[in-house]
Structure formats: structure tokens, C-alpha cells
Nanobody, 121 residues
Framework: QVQLVESGGGLVQPGGSLRLSCAAS????????MSWYRQAPGKEREWVAA????????NYADSVKGRFTISRDNAKNTVYLQMNSLKPEDTAVYYC??????????????WGQGTQVTVSS
């Protein structure tokens, strides 16, 4: 079955760093674009970053641009989110998402269960 398992979250002080990982299984990872989303308490889920199938294309939300870096290792079926210069407003549950195409008219989108990131002094 398809599984996306996030890890690496935790409590960190403002200005600190964390690296999140998302391990994928049950589908062809190298055929899927990957994204990170986050959801803070009382807020809607927001898109954070995206990466293409080979890692050659990346995009970031303005709120994290210059601080976060998304990457992937297709040999390990894993996508990463390196988070630097963390701010309290980065506090949220972080989710990874896989998106791909089954055929010309059908796509898939899989979500992980999330990992908590708390930025606080």
C-alpha cells in the first residue's frame, strides 16, 4: 500500500534549524512530484514547497523563500525539507504530498500523516 511517513519534527528555538524527511513506499517515487504543506493551529493548510520528479525544478512560498530548501533522493525514495532561520510563525504540522499521473485523465495525490514542528523560546 502507499505510505508517506514524515519524520524530523520537534521543538526548536527561533533561529534554529530542522531537517524533515518523508519516506515513500508503495508507488513509483521517481514518477511523482513532491510537495510540503503545513497547517498551523486555527489556520488553513498552506503550500510550502514543491519539487519536480528529478529534482531539477523547485518552487517555494514567499514566506519561506531563502530559508527553506526542498530536495529529493530518488534512490532512497525520500524527500527532504531543510528549514533554517526558523521563526515562531513556522510552527505547524508539516505534511508531505505525492502527486503523479496514472493516465491521460487520471491523477493521484497521496498525503502523509504529518510531523509537528514547534518554534519557541
Amino acid at each position: 500500500q502507499v505510505q508517506l511517513v514524515e519524520s524530523g519534527g520537534g521543538l526548536v528555538q527561533p533561529g534554529g534549524s530542522l531537517r524533515l524527511s518523508c519516506a515513500a513506499s508503495g508507488f513509483t517515487f521517481s514518477s511523482a512530484a513532491m510537495s510540503w504543506y503545513r497547517q498551523a493551529p486555527g489556520k488553513e493548510r498552506e503550500w510550502v514547497a514543491a519539487i519536480g520528479t528529478t529534482g531539477g525544478s523547485t518552487n517555494y512560498a514567499d514566506s519561506v523563500k531563502g530559508r527553506f530548501t526542498i530536495s529529493r533522493d530518488n534512490a532512497k525514495n525520500t524527500v527532504y525539507l531543510q528549514m533554517n532561520s526558523l521563526k515562531p510563525e513556522d510552527t505547524a504540522v508539516y505534511y508531505c504530498k505525492a502527486e503523479g499521473r496514472i493516465n491521460l485523465v487520471r491523477t493521484y495525490g497521496y498525503w502523509g500523516q504529518g510531523t509537528q514542528v514547534t518554534v519557541s523560546s
